[in-house]
């Protein structure tokens, strides 16, 4: 598959996570929808309600929606807005990280459970302690999981500094590092980290963090790790400046040295995405706003073939956008 597929014609599906259980592919994606929220930098407008998962046993074969798999008002802490999941198996069970706002419209992470990859998940009755801001996703090694968060602005990410909530939210200047993603290990029982959470440091080939005005390359959102010839390559958004880049390093901690742009801009103001192989092929599953007609909350899910060079980069793929 060299051109790019559309996986939901009929829906509005981004932010997917992929995992292969069983020799299947699952998706975890959020759910658009029009809730005729207007537009802002808070991100008010991605006001999703619930997840479905989808399946796929072939990757160009059909899409399975299995429905509803979490809803908000089965959650005994939500406020609004379910973004970004990611879905983690240990000893047979299936956990789902989600972030959603509580009743004080603050982010938090929480966790539900199932018996099967495609759900229905049953929701924790708290979010998990120490965790906090949106886009939770889970890296398993050795046996261990990682679980990285973060995202700026309507992310929350800059109301926190070493774990803890500022009294008032601040972005670094322009000189100053950028704000890092954050990373800690889960527990054994998956319901809550092992520790506190550590920053995930992005370094330019000088060895030193990426700076805050960088904005073609720091870290914004959309967090996505994944393992490639022993390397861990930490991919993720730019945000306002709508680059997917990837950094590489030798630990689930970091840090990573920044090496470029897996996905140039798409249609939409947000890109986000996950890597996964599958069958031998290594694939980038994303999404953009083309079928919407450019409406940014409105968003379709999209899979295309990737490229590694000889040395481990990622090709560049043009996203087709501004
Ligand atoms: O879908 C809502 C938010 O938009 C996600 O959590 C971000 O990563 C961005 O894609």
New binding site residues.
Partial sequence: MKTARYLVPNDYM??PAVHVFDGKLYIYP?HDRESGIPENDN?DH?DMADYHVLSMDNIDGAVTDHGVALHVKDIPWAGRQL??CDVARKHGKYYLYF?LKDKNDIFRIGVATADRPEGPFAPQPDPMRGAYS??PCVLEENGEHYLYFG?LWG?QLQRYHGNKALESAALPADSEPALPPRVARLADNMLQLAEAPRPVLILGKDSKPLAHGDAQRRFF??SWVHKYRGKYYFSY?TGDTHNLCYATGDSPYGPFTYQGVLLTPVVGW?T?HAIVEFKGKWYLFHHDSVPSGGRTWLRSLKVVEMEYLPDGAIKTIEGGGA
Wanted: aromatic letters at 12%; zero cysteines; a negative charge.
């Fill in positions: 981004a932010d959020s991100g991605f973004w970004d972030p949106i886009d995202g992310g959102e959309a958004s947000t986000h």
